[in-house]
């Protein structure tokens, strides 16, 4: 006879006038599959309410992983919340194993607890709580036991991981622009996503040679071209990490298991060449640093010439010659190209890119174009500038409000145990700090126009201000003179056809526009120029 039926016997019910809530936990999609899942759960639980005549009300499916604090699982929180908030109501909790309820003896006890102080009947299908020291005897075993259980399975996972790590394959969570495919020889391995590899590959490169000077100007083009779908100004962080991260350079590496960095068996986006030269522009604050490493005063020109044959950056070095002589040379290294090793002298090269300089000269009609073109995209990044603030603005208040909030529920709980466990949420959202401005901060206060009249000089005599820059300074300048690096060849020179300049582009709209209206050189359809960076 149950002890349900000797209490009827005694003519009273132990679970009249409560209300049945169930709570169900699986932490993978194999107990899932496996018939363990939610579903399952809920229906041998929802079975035993009704065994005993309490009615079902409510279900809290969770899918928290592990042990530790029972106020990290979402369900967990909200079952105990929606019990706080029908203070008149008796309920009763069941759940189909003790493995569900904690895993984790200190929290065992502490969850246990917070339900006792709330009026809380615990049924567990697979135990029974039993109130004397014999039951809380064996209650301690048993929560040790999944402890135990617990910790070991982790480790196993942790030494498995770490073994994959070791051989130079990424068990974790995939990366943003792979995922995971199952090969014959290496089992579960990292591939890049063909629909977004491109893509990513275009924002790293352009970033690492500065064609996106900044990051949020990769990161408008990883969301114009669809890699992203939130804001600029919320996916900044996570670009971030990308530019950092080795693995997209084709290295594995993870500092907490002490695994030092090797190379990977997944296929990498970039070369490991590329991914030191964005640290190198990361730790020099990223802003319009077109440089490369090997950049000498003596040869300005390396890394900015292609070969024209194999699209590929002419080198320069220093050559002996006749009686020990040096002689200045640009050569194209690339061993499969058709003019491999050889020479180009310096004073054939360089005095020409002077020439094609002095031709690319932006005319005086264009600089009221270039004036009006940076005024709007100013005020155009302004704008964006105090929606970033305001946005952050928002969010600081609602952290405020979150924590508030949890003050007033720590005050009002009705265990230590769930106090401790708000006051524990209020102190980890003060640790995350509360921002009020975004990372990039744009000075509004600086003279603007003094910027904009340096460009204008540089694009009206570029010949002048190239020939008394420093180098540095040169490979800066180069990529606001050009759109993109430009191709050499010893026999026919500068392809100047092909070479495509803010001062030729800025041309191309006036003339246009000429087309449309005669005498009004100013009536540009801005829709269509893409933000300079001057």
Not at 58 to 76: H, L, N, Q, S
Request: with cysteine; proline share 4%.
């Amino acid at each position: 006879m149950t002890a349900k039926e000797n209490l009827q016997t005694e003519g009273r019910d132990p679970f009249e006038g409560y209300f049945g809530l169930v709570y169900a936990r699986v932490s993978s999609k194999k107990q899932e599959s496996e018939g363990s899942g939610l579903q399952s759960q809920e229906g041998r639980c929802v079975n035993d309410l009704r065994f005993i005549g309490v009615p079902h009300i409510k279900t809290f499916p969770d899918t928290f992983t592990g042990g530790g604090d029972f106020m990290k699982r979402p369900a967990m929180r909200e079952m105990l919340a929606f019990i706080d908030s029908n203070p008149h109501k008796k309920f009763v909790v069941v759940f189909d194993d003790l493995k569900r309820f904690a895993r984790d003896v200190h929290f065992h006890f502490k969850l246990k607890a917070a339900f006792k102080s709330r009026g809380v009947l615990l049924r567990c299908l697979n135990f029974n709580f039993e109130d004397s020291p014999e039951g809380e005897y064996v209650e301690t075993i048993m929560a040790a036991g999944s402890q135990l259980e617990r910790k070991q399975n982790g480790r196993q996972v942790v030494q498995k991981q770490k073994a994959r790590l070791e051989l130079g394959y990424w068990p974790f969570v995939i990366m943003r622009g792979y995922r995971f495919s199952h090969d014959p020889a290496h089992g579960k391995i990292a591939v890049p996503n063909e629909k977004d590899k491109d893509i990513l590959i275009e924002a790293l490169e352009g970033f690492a040679n500065g064609t996106f000077s900044r990051k949020t100007d990769a990161c408008r083009f990883l969301v114009e071209r669809g890699f992203w779908h939130s804001p600029v100004e919320k996916i900044i962080v996570q670009f971030s990490k990308i530019l950092t991260n080795s693995f997209y350079a084709g290295f594995v590496e993870y500092k907490p298991w002490e695994v030092s960095r090797r190379p990977g068996k997944h296929e990498a986006l970039i070369s490991e060449e590329t991914f030191n030269l964005i640290q190198k522009r990361l730790q020099n604050n990223g802003r319009n640093k077109n440089v490369r490493v090997d950049v000498s005063a003596d040869f300005p020109l390396r890394g900015l010439v292609l070969c024209s044959y194999c699209q590929v950056p002419l080198t320069a070095a220093w050559s002996t010659g006749g009686r020990k002589k040096l002689f200045p040379y640009y050569i194209c290294r690339h061993k499969t190209c058709d003019v491999y090793g050889k020479s180009i002298k310096k004073k054939e090269i360089e005095p020409q890119f002077g020439e094609m300089l002095m031709n690319i000269a932006l005319k005086n009609e264009i600089g009221q174009l270039v004036t009006l073109v940076f005024d709007t995209v100013w005020k155009e990044e302004v704008r964006a500038f105090q929606n970033n603030q305001k946005l952050f603005a928002r969010q600081a208040n609602e952290k405020k409000q979150k924590i508030r909030d949890l003050a007033d529920m720590a005050i009002k709980a009705r265990s230590e145990a769930v106090r401790i466990a708000y006051e524990s949420q209020i102190e980890e959202l003060s640790a995350e700090g509360i921002a009020s401005h975004p990372d990039q901060v744009i000075d509004l206060a600086i003279p603007y126009r003094t910027a904009l009249e340096k460009s204008i000089t540089l694009l009206k005599n570029p010949y002048s201000v190239w020939g008394n820059a420093p180098v540095l300074e040169k490979h800066r300048l180069f990529f606001l003179i050009f759109d993109t690096k430009i191709g050499y060849s010893k026999k026919e020179g500068f392809r100047t056809a092909e070479i495509v300049s803010v001062s030729s582009l800025f041309q191309g709209f006036i003339n246009e526009n000429k087309k449309a209206s005669i005498g009004d050189p100013l009536v540009v359809d801005l829709s269509g120029i893409e933000p300079l960076t001057f």
